[in-house]
């Protein structure tokens, strides 16, 4: 089974702790996005939210695909350091 950076990246941003006034412990942007939902938040905590859950996303994806093109890399140039060649 192969796991989706974008799979990832949405987690990671579901779990990445809110950065907001009055917190002072971990609370998960999607807990506060679940709670804002219940309690009807007015219509500008939604376009800062989606903002920022925008920005938070599109680095967690940045850094997941980062990643996943340095760990290629490196297998692509520990298969060819052993010397081997295919003629």
């Given at each position: 089974?192969?796991?989706?950076?974008?799979?990832?990246?949405?987690?990671?941003?579901?779990?990445?702790?809110?950065i907001g006034?009055?917190?002072?412990?971990?609370?998960?942007?999607?807990?506060?996005?679940?709670?804002?939902?219940?309690?009807d938040a007015?219509?500008?905590?939604?376009?800062?939210?989606?903002?920022?859950?925008?920005?938070?996303?599109?680095?967690?994806?940045?850094?997941?695909?980062?990643?996943?093109?340095?760990?290629?890399?490196?297998?692509?140039?520990?298969?060819?350091s052993t010397?081997?060649?295919?003629?």
């Amino acid at each position: 089974m192969q796991t989706h950076r974008w799979w990832l990246a949405i987690i990671a941003t579901l779990l990445t702790p809110w950065i907001g006034p009055h917190i002072d412990q971990y609370v998960p942007v999607g807990w506060v996005m679940f709670q804002a939902g219940t309690e009807d938040a007015d219509s500008g905590f939604w376009v800062i939210a989606a903002v920022a859950l925008g920005v938070i996303y599109l680095a967690w994806l940045v850094l997941f695909s980062g990643l996943a093109a340095w760990l290629a890399r490196r297998r692509r140039d520990r298969g060819s350091s052993t010397g081997h060649t295919n003629r």
